[in-house]
């Protein structure tokens, strides 16, 4: 079953530096299905052109898009983000949680730091083709039975 979100899927979410494998179309041009971006959760402040790793509540699956508006409410210590795919023709409100206009800091998982082109692409074929994983445990077994000598 596929997600209805334009979304990835954190694999270390408690470390420094978690690792994210990007699973839709709409962040490119900027990153492709199969990217692996490197975030960094330590980062306190996030501005416009920012490109974010958020969570939505009561979803499963976190969100990578690009930080479109930063509003600070009078307090001088709110911040209020909306964020876009970049490929995407609206900004992020149909995503957010019913009555939700805004995310705020601590909806942020993590600022993208880092890119490695396509490497997820494993990722998302095995969930996409369950039938993969079979495929390849099938022939490692079968790697295993004739490597052995004698």
Known sequence: PHSP?????????????????????SMEPAFQRGDILFLNNAVEQVGVGDVVVFKIKDRDIPIVHRIMKVH????????????????????????YAPGQLWLEREDILG????????VG?????????????????????????TS???
């Open 5 to 25: 979100l334009p979304s990835s899927s954190l694999l270390l979410p408690q470390s420094e530096s978690p690792v994210v494998v990007v699973l839709s179309g």
């Open 72 to 95: 600070t409410k009078p307090d001088g210590e709110t911040v209020e983000l909306l964020t876009k795919g970049d490929n995407n023709r609206v900004d992020d409100r149909g995503l």
């Open 111 to 118: 600022k993208a730091v880092g890119t490695l082109r396509y």
């Open 121 to 145: 692409m494993v990722t998302i074929a095995l969930n996409d083709y369950p039938v993969l994983k079979y495929v390849l445990v099938g022939m490692m077994g079968l790697f295993v039975l």
């Open 148 to 150: 052995k000598e004698g």
